[in-house]
């Protein structure tokens, strides 16, 4: 068999609904897979007017609003409707990208048809509790993943370092790479813009230190503001840009009020915003791979990261950034300090993880998940004919 003879259902938390890296790369996949021949179905919740186009058919799945975070749904279950179409569309294999209730559904609809399911693993969710203050719940939602994900045929995840840890949590024992892309004509140190620096109030001798993300707790906002905080007490000269926008945005501005707060960006201007930092702080832990760390370095950007999954797969240490405790302010502060005091250094690191991006192309990285599909099919073909 080959790519374009698949049917493949994917099913999806919020697949058109925020404009996360998850979301882009499950597009992008799509899209591949579609250019390749093969058909797609995707299951998700789905919004009237979503930010973006999504590519592929969509069937909306039951959902139920989150409290307080209005901008995610979770798919609660498949109902009758949806397991017609599902019946209808036949699968060949059944790709779950989120542990959500309609894909443990989806899960056991395909055993029971025999059928190959796999799962790709975007985000730590088990780490997410410790950011609301029930960090003894951890261990828990750990093991609820792990019932889940060991019925899967295969798990894909976006870093070498997240394989490792989803081995540490005996998750699964078939688990491959499927990384990241860039978008290289968007992001690029071309894309650097002095004027639009200015009218921020910049001075183009200005040290910018950026945060690029969705403004939620879990990407570490508490360490980010304790890292600013720290380098206003040593009286380290820089000044703070933020791009991104969410729930968390009023808290984040009462804690850095000096900060320069641009809100979402999208496209070409996220490029331009990306390329006029100094400097990315990643302080976040949640993360499998990492889209703004490879996105800040496709521009020319050195980073100081937490030295965790995702980051920890791209930065290497004291060449194109740093990598350092997770909540360490003076850790971070020292790093960044050091780049202020050194422009040539900061420079150096730059090019290097502009010139490690170079790798990183959408195509190739996507054919990892339709060789994956293919392979975990005859395998389960293997099977049923012995």
Request: aromatic share 8%; glycine share 8%; hydrophobic share 45%.
């Amino acid at each position: 068999m080959q790519v374009s003879d698949l049917r493949i259902a994917l099913f999806s938390g919020n697949y058109a609904m925020t404009v996360d890296g998850a979301n882009k790369a499950l597009n992008r996949l799509v899209d591949y897979l579609l250019r390749q021949g093969a058909q797609v179905r995707v299951y998700s919740p789905t919004i009237e007017k979503p930010p973006f186009e999504p590519k592929g058919e969509l069937v909306s799945l039951p959902s139920i609003a989150i409290p307080g975070r209005s901008e995610y749904r979770v798919p609660a279950w498949l109902g009758k409707r949806v397991r017609e179409d599902l019946a209808a569309f036949d699968p060949h294999v059944v790709h779950i990208s989120s542990p959500d209730f309609a894909a443990r559904e989806a899960a056991s609809w395909a055993r029971e048809r025999n059928l190959p399911v796999v799962a790709s693993v975007h985000t730590r969710f088990e780490t997410y509790p410790r950011y609301y203050r029930l960090g003894f719940m951890e261990p828990a939602v750990e093991a609820w993943l792990r019932k889940l994900y060991r019925r899967c045929d295969a798990l894909v995840t976006p870093s070498p370092s997240m394989i490792d840890t989803l081995r540490e949590q005996k998750m699964n024992r078939d688990i491959g790479l499927w990384s990241r892309g860039v978008e290289h004509q968007i992001f690029n140190p071309e894309r650097r813009d002095h004027a639009w620096r200015r009218e921020l109030g910049f001075a183009d001798g200005d040290v910018v230190v950026g945060f690029l993300g969705r403004l939620v707790l879990e990407k570490g906002l508490d360490v980010f503001g304790d890292v600013v905080a720290e380098l206003e007490r040593r009286e380290v000269p820089h000044k703070v840009l933020v791009i991104g926008d969410g729930p968390a945005r009023a808290a984040f501005e009462d804690k850095m009020p000096t900060a320069c707060f641009v809100g979402f960006q999208g496209g070409a201007d996220l490029g331009r915003a990306v390329a006029s930092m100094d400097v990315l702080l990643n302080p976040s832990v949640t993360e499998t791979f990492g889209n703004v760390t490879l996105e800040a370095m496709a521009c020319g950007v050195p980073v100081v990261a937490a030295d965790a999954t995702g980051a920890a797969s791209l930065v290497e240490d004291g060449i194109n950034g740093y990598l350092v405790p997770p909540r360490d302010a003076g850790a971070y502060a020292d790093r960044i300090a050091g780049y202020v005091a050194d422009p040539a250094l900061r420079i150096a690191h730059g090019q290097a993880g502009a010139d490690r991006a170079k790798a990183f192309e959408w195509d190739a990285i996507n054919k990892a998940v339709a060789d994956t599909y293919l392979r975990v099919l005859a395998v389960r073909n293997d099977l049923k004919r012995r």
